[in-house]
């Protein structure tokens, strides 16, 4: 198994801020249903064929983490090129 973490310093101060612009971002860089999402409160859950995670607002930080099992772990870069453009385009967004 792989774990993998992603953070950025983010102007957003709650996740409600942050949603519209992350759900976009993520359905560019996943495209037909590629990734599975849902929220629970501020935590925006992820999961796909052998990786499960999500993405949260830590002090200031919106930070993505995730466990990557076959065949996740095998495209762990890529995975984490698309995890990371899409939460830079969602950061994107917010600095408007």
């Known amino acids: 198994?792989?774990?993998?973490?992603?953070?950025?310093?983010?102007?957003?101060?709650?996740?409600?801020?942050?949603?519209?612009?992350l759900d976009e971002a993520l359905a560019e860089q996943f495209p037909g249903g590629m990734l599975q999402r849902r929220?629970?409160?501020d935590v925006l859950h992820l999961s796909g064929p052998?990786?499960?995670g999500a993405i949260t607002l830590e002090d200031g930080r919106l930070v993505g983490r995730a466990d990557l099992k076959p065949p996740a772990s095998l495209m762990r870069p890529l995975i984490e090129?698309?995890?990371g453009a899409a939460l830079k385009a969602a950061l994107a967004k917010a600095a408007g």
Request: charged residues 25%; negative net charge; aromatic residues 10%.
């Open 1 to 21: 198994m792989s774990e993998l973490e992603i953070g950025f310093e983010t102007p957003w101060t709650t996740m409600g801020e942050a949603r519209p612009a």
């Open 39 to 41: 929220w629970e409160g």
């Open 50 to 52: 052998g990786a499960a």
């Open 81 to 83: 090129q698309k995890i």
